[in-house]
């Protein structure tokens, strides 16, 4: 699916290829184009800059959807393009041997696995339940994993990482699983970083971040921490770490901040 012609100019659409209250689907062997980037800027100040876009791929309320070697005509590093794939409230969706610029769990997903892929500039966005899976896969982005901040955080089961390499976009500190949340808001729903984290064996492209950066596995998630806010945020009940390497021979420690992880067991080798 090529496209050509694409204006200055332009507003979100439904793409190429919609996956909608559908089950046992598979997509094999397509190659698809992202669709550019638009940008509209406020008219009252501060002017804020919106950016908007078309997925080529939807997934909406679909069970055990099947991407199987998809392919893009853009580079997965061109960030003048969107996303290729965006899912919203779908079940167990397994990609093998792809090449795209995102994998965004944008309104939620219920188990995923990534097998032998490449994953571009827009990183891989998650928020959801159930078991989330990515081995022997490449990931650009500022973490390895993004857990959506406007969401909560919120991964309600288990996260595993295995035999993956990861390239920081960012020159800064590096965490390998972002998330925020300050605890002051209330999403309707009990907001947890995950029931356990593993991960073994993750190589990190770090020679262009700067010399005096550390590596953390689990993040900051609130600047402003303190016992007591209204809605705390849960970390992650079992962190297991296993052969994580760098380029440039950091060592990765597992907290930005221990304070915030007094209810999270470790098994770090």
Same mark, same amino acid.
């Given at each position: 699916h090529l496209l050509e012609g694409e204006g200055d100019d332009g507003a979100p659409y439904a793409g190429f290829i919609t996956v909608t209250e559908a089950v046992d689907v598979t997509i094999k062997d397509p190659l698809l184009t992202p669709h550019k980037t638009y940008m509209t800027k406020d008219s009252n100040p501060p002017f804020y800059v919106n950016r908007m876009g078309t997925y080529e791929l939807n997934f909406g309320a679909s069970i055990n959807t099947r991407l @199987?070697?998809?392919?893009?005509?853009?580079?997965?590093?061109?960030?003048?393009?969107w996303g290729l794939i965006g899912t919203n409230y779908s079940k167990e969706i397994y990609i093998e041997n792809c090449e795209m610029s995102r994998f965004d769990a944008h309104m939620g997903v219920s188990g995923a696995t990534i097998k032998d892929s490449k994953i571009g500039h827009q990183c891989l966005s998650l928020i959801g339940y /159930?078991?989330?899976y990515i081995e022997n896969s490449f990931v650009l982005g500022n973490s390895f994993i993004n857990l959506r901040s406007d969401y909560g955080s919120i991964w309600r089961g288990n996260i595993t990482v295995k035999n993956c390499t990861w390239k920081p976009l960012g !020159? /800064?500190?590096?965490? @390998?699983?972002n998330a925020n949340n300050? /605890?002051?808001h209330n999403f309707g729903y009990e907001c947890i970083m995950a #029931?356990?984290?593993? @991960?073994?064996g993750l190589h990190v492209l770090d020679s262009a971040v700067n010399i005096g950066a550390k590596l953390y596995v689990l993040p900051e998630y609130d600047r402003s921490f303190a016992k007591g806010k209204p809605y705390p945020y !849960?970390?992650? !009940?079992?962190?297991?770490?296993?052969?994580?390497?760098? #380029?440039? /021979?950091? !060592?990765?420690?597992?907290?930005?901040?221990?304070?915030?992880?007094?209810?999270t067991k470790t098994d770090i080798e």
């Open positions: @199987i070697r998809v392919r893009q005509t853009r580079d997965i590093v061109d960030t003048r393009y /159930g078991d989330f !020159k /800064g500190e590096m965490t @390998i699983i300050s /605890g002051d #029931e356990r984290i593993s @991960i073994d !849960k970390t992650a !009940k079992m962190l297991v770490v296993r052969n994580i390497t760098t #380029e440039c /021979g950091r !060592k990765a420690l597992p907290f930005l901040n221990s304070e915030q992880y007094t209810e």
